[in-house]
């Protein structure tokens, strides 16, 4: 686009790529390389740190989880963050999507994101291979109270691909269970290729200390597990709300039909949380877009009680 | 003048005491007496908001565009000029607008006054013009005031102008006005044409370098139908970029003029919608004199045809006459 | 106080020019804007606001943050991928596995190389800044600084704090200005680093700030008379009696809330054409879009103005769109600047220049609507029939603004959200 990115030509011996495109000096990529490069840790929250794609898993038709390490092992080893905080992953030349961080925050191999397929930005994430190159800016947005949770008895209730958003939570959970009270975790989807996380649903299902019910919309071939829709079975589980924290997240129309169910259950606003989503472009709270009310999803949010909900305007 | 404006409100008080429609479009009085803007009227009791008088320059059919009807099935009143009305036929020769929704009440027009040009003629805030038969009084804030000729006040589409009586309509208000023969004018295009190619690029260069991108010109305009999907935003053909400088401005004017052709009569409202004064109105009018030259077309003319880029006969005239 | 010839202005611009690039409102083609000045160039102080505001320059319509390029390095440079068929080239489509292989490539090789931005700011002085366009600056000081423990936006920081904003008060306002009407005024300092004010032969001007003193260390400068002195506090309160209040700020956060789901959302907003002409003028609006694009290998992540108003400013993936319809984009614009930024950052959105009532396409006027919307009435979503009194109370409001009437008395009465 402008002369300043053109490389000079001359020095030492040409390195050409099949298409003959690009022609570089080895002089030139190591003096490119060798550029320092602003990231999050430089006090500008706009510039991704780069990461590169270890693993790849085709969770269901249309969504995959990428694995992914900051390519600086220093960042990688700083990194922290609370289940719940999501980030923003974005391909160069694409754009960025806001996705939940969903490996264990105790995981200090990977980051995990889980993709959908639906627009530009979750296209080209899709045809991704391990090894590119992405940009990553995590962590950001307001975590589950996981410390005041402690105590508690824990519901968590998760539609599709909802359990993205819930999975760091769960892990976070599981692995400290001794903190917690009775622990459920209900996950439906429209039919068991939709399931994301088999390899964390079969490990939950065979502890007997957290009771997992997996759940299809309607009868499967093949499948032997419950049927029904996941406001229905959690209206037969009929969890009581002592003590109990529901945490919620997946289709519009589950949560809406949930909240009606856990509101006949006697939960109050203050015991039920949920994670939001909006366009999103700077996941900082400054571009002004993803705003409900006067409060910003990516700061203010992603996770929100009902009762927070309640004080919003209807502009979901 | 003032005759059409009674018309005009006993039209729209008929209509809404029948019932026949949700809401009537007309001009009325903005902040000021000197502005003028959109009205809508849904009371018979606030007809008295509607006016008709030279500063009455909106092309309210833009407000029959899609998604702009509030509810989306209203039934609509609305006032139009004549160059409004070929706007209105455009839009009616795609079936953009469902015409058993409307009720379209015609304003022959004499002429619509150019604001800027009495702005241009004092220093201070003009804040009142009033018409009495062919003057115009303007007075500002300042306490200075000036009479004018309303003729030397118009806008420069309208000396060239040959459809003043509306194209389409169910009720006119008042008698029709003397349509000018002969060829069609281009009043505004000589110098422009007189220019070297490289003096129109500069021209056309600094025009743009004052380009917002605020869509103030997409928005406004009647035929320009994908307005809420506007290719000019679109990533997926990404046709302009989001730097705003002037090639990128001018290619997206070029996009909204050349996706209007053929539909576009030149009423202006993109011109006088441009909060940074761009020419636009030239480039349109130079779009809509080569189609005539071209093809012997003045879009919105004829109801029963077609916009003549979405239609193809071996009898196309090109080039001829 | 000191004082400042008329005829010495061109120097001492050109004494700012040294250090710094002077920005002023000039008359462009007919239009007085605010652009780079250059010795010789006049400023043009006798139109009361230029045509936008100056936020372009401290907060660009466009400015890349980043810049990257894909580098296609031969494979011998770079480690091997996971999924080597990749490029494999078959005739025929004949499912999995099937169909003959006929070449294979060397899987795509790309190396990314990414360059931040160049950290661009330089000293800039914009002079002849209006009270309203420097508190426009403060207003958005608010968001881009991390207010209440958010993020700091490295970029428009770096070049607000290199900018000195020298303001010259109002001698005329417009019928349009209501700066009085939220917290402010046509003398206002909020923002300034150093006031002017014109009286006939020259400037009589104040520093507020080091910024504004380290400005007015130009020779040209001399104690102001007292008859000078004089001349300019005449001048100013002139002024302030000429802006009156329009509508009342007090209650007007707990009115906007209250009001949400009114209907008269939906009748303010249905001349408005949605496009984004109010946000671009003004002062103080900020809203952007973070965006990238390439050609072939190399390209750039930009941020660009945006506006709520575009249709698809909350479009999501999903094809669902909170503000889909037009009143609630309409809503959100007013609710932001009166509501939600108060609520967040303890300032208004808004500094009162009218600009959004002078440029809209169909005049919308804020001051109408907030008028009608402040009134605490939340009408039902039935027909409006009281429709017909709010707006004829809208419209006395607007009345009253006529200039020349005195609405003295009227002080704003801002819930804490203004400091003077």
């Known amino acids: ?316 | 003048m003032s005759d059409r404006q009674e018309i005009i409100r006993e039209l729209a008080r008929e209509a809404l005491a029948e019932g026949r429609v949700d809401y009537f479009l007309g001009w009325g009085q903005g902040y000021d007496a000197s502005q003028n803007i959109p009205v809508f009227v849904r009371e018979v009791t606030d007809v008295d908001r509607l006016q008709w008088n030279p500063l009455c320059h909106h092309n309210l059919t833009v407000f029959l565009k899609r998604k702009m009807p509030d509810p989306p099935d209203a039934r609509i009143g609305v006032c139009v000029k004549g160059c409004d009305s070929r706007t209105l036929v455009a839009l009616l020769q795609e079936g953009l607008v469902d015409r058993d929704r409307l009720y379209i009440v015609g304003v022959p027009c004499d002429g619509v006054v150019d604001r800027r040009k009495i702005d241009r003629e004092f220093t201070g805030e003009v804040i009142g013009i009033e018409f009495t038969g062919d003057k115009v009084l303007a007075r500002t804030a300042q306490g200075d005031s000036k009479e004018f000729d309303r003729t030397s006040l118009l806008l420069d589409q309208c000396g060239g102008c040959h459809y003043p009586n509306p194209r389409v309509a169910d009720d006119i208000a008042g008698d029709t006005v003397p349509e000018p023969e002969g060829e069609p004018q281009w009043p505004s295009l000589a110098e422009f044409e007189a220019l070297s190619p490289g003096d129109k690029a500069a021209t056309l260069a600094a025009a743009f370098s004052t380009c917002i991108r605020c869509f103030a010109c997409i928005h406004v305009c009647p035929v320009c139908y994908c307005w809420d999907q506007c290719v000019n935003r679109s990533r997926t053909p990404a046709l302009v970029s989001q730097r705003v400088e002037k090639g990128e401005n001018l290619m997206f004017q070029l996009v909204h003029m050349f996706h209007v052709a053929g539909r576009c009569p030149s009423c202006g409202a993109c011109d006088r919608a441009c909060p940074v004064e761009i020419p636009l109105y030239l480039l349109h009018e130079k779009m809509n004199k080569e189609l005539y030259d071209m093809l012997r077309f003045e879009a919105g003319v004829d109801l029963e045809g077609k916009p003549v880029l979405q239609a193809f006969s071996l009898d196309d005239p090109f080039g001829e006459g | 106080m000191k004082f400042l010839q008329e005829s010495d202005l061109p120097a001492f611009l050109e004494h700012l020019s040294a250090e710094a690039n002077v920005i002023a409102p000039t008359d462009v083609e007919g239009l007085v804007q605010f652009r780079p000045w250059t010795a010789g160039t006049d400023v043009e102080l006798d139109t009361l606001l230029s045509r936008q505001s100056a936020k372009e320059f401290i907060f660009p319509q466009w400015e890349p943050f980043l810049k990257y390029r894909y580098l296609m390095v031969c494979d011998a440079k770079r480690p091997g991928t996971a999924e080597e068929a990749k490029l494999e080239l078959r005739l025929t489509d004949e499912g999995e596995g099937g169909g003959e292989v006929v070449a294979v490539s060397d899987p795509p090789a790309h190396e990314l190389v990414m360059v931040g931005a160049e950290d661009s700011a330089t000293p800039q002085v914009i002079f002849g800044l209006r009270p309203c366009d420097a508190r426009g600056f403060v207003q958005m000081d608010r968001v881009f600084g991390g207010y209440g423990g958010f993020y700091f936006d490295p970029y428009y920081n770096s070049r607000r704090s290199l900018a000195t904003l020298l303001v010259v008060t109002c001698h005329q306002p417009r019928s349009t200005c209501f700066c009085r009407g939220v917290g402010g005024g046509p003398a206002g300092s909020e923002g300034a680093d150093a006031l002017f004010t014109r009286i006939p032969d020259g400037f009589v001007a104040k520093a507020l700030t080091t910024k504004g003193a380290k400005a007015l260390e130009f020779p040209g400068f001399v104690d102001a008379s007292e008859a000078a002195a004089h001349a300019a506090e005449e001048a100013k309160a002139a002024a302030e009696e000429m802006v009156s209040v329009p509508f009342e700020l007090e209650g007007l956060r707990e009115a906007l809330r209250a009001s949400f789901e009114s209907v008269d959302w939906r009748e303010l907003s249905r001349r408005c054409i949605s496009c984004g002409t109010c946000t671009y003028v003004c002062p103080n609006c900020y809203c952007f879009n973070v965006t990238d694009e390439a050609v072939e290998t190399q390209g750039e992540r930009l941020r660009c103005w945006d506006n709520c108003f575009n249709p698809s400013y909350t479009l999501e993936a999903s094809g669902h769109n909170p503000r889909d319809v037009k009143s609630n984009r309409f809503r959100n614009r007013f609710n932001h600047k009166f509501w939600y930024y108060p609520e967040k950052y303890d300032s208004l959105l808004c500094s009162g220049c009218g600009r959004c009532i002078t440029y809209c396409p169909t005049r919308i006027d804020i001051r109408e609507v907030l008028g009608v919307m402040g009134s605490g009435v939340a009408e039902s979503d039935a027909a409006p029939s009281g429709r017909s009194e709010s707006a004829a109370v809208g419209e006395a409001a607007v009345g009253e603004a006529a200039v020349g009437e005195a609405a003295l008395g009227e002080k704003a009465a801002g819930d804490g959200e203004e400091s003077a």
């Open chain 1, 1 to 316: 686009m402008t002369d300043e990115l053109r490389p000079e030509q001359g020095g030492q011996e040409e390195v050409d790529c099949s298409s003959g495109k690009n022609t570089l000096t080895l002089a030139d990529v190591e003096a490119l390389a060798s550029i320092p490069r602003a990231g999050t840790r430089s006090g500008n929250p706009y510039l991704p740190e780069m990461a590169t794609v270890v693993e790849i898993i085709q969770e269901t038709p249309n969504v995959k989880s990428f694995r992914v390490r900051f390519s600086d092992e220093e960042v990688m080893e700083r990194f922290t963050f609370e289940p719940g905080q999501v980030g923003q992953l974005g391909i160069y030349g694409v754009g960025e999507s806001t996705f939940a961080i969903n490996s264990s925050s105790s995981n200090k191999d990977y980051l995990q994101f889980s993709v959908m397929q639906a627009g530009e930005v979750t296209t080209a994430l899709h045809q991704l291979s391990v090894g590119d190159k992405v940009g990553v800016r995590a962590p950001m947005g307001r975590p589950f109270p996981v410390r005041e949770w402690k105590g508690k008895n824990l519901l968590f209730i998760m539609g599709g691909i909802g359990s993205a958003a819930l999975r760091a939570t769960v892990l976070h959970c599981l692995e400290h269970r001794a903190d917690y009270g009775d622990v459920t975790i209900l996950y439906g989807a429209r039919t068991p290729v939709d399931l994301t996380f088999g390899y964390d649903i079969e490990e939950w299902q065979s502890r007997n200390d957290v009771q997992t019910v997996v759940t299809v919309d309607a009868e499967f071939p093949g499948w032997e597990g419950r049927v029904g829709f996941v406001p229905t079975v959690l209206e037969e589980l009929a969890p009581g709300p002592v003590d109990t924290m529901a945490v919620l997240c997946g289709p519009p129309i589950m949560i809406k039909f949930c909240l009606q169910v856990l509101e006949r259950l006697q939960f109050a606003d203050e015991q039920v949380y949920t994670t939001l989503e909006k366009r999103m472009k700077c996941g900082i709270g400054i571009c002004g877009r993803c705003n409900v009310g006067p409060k910003y999803v990516c700061v203010d949010g992603p996770v929100f009680t009902m009762a927070e909900l309640r004080e919003l305007p209807d502009e979901l």
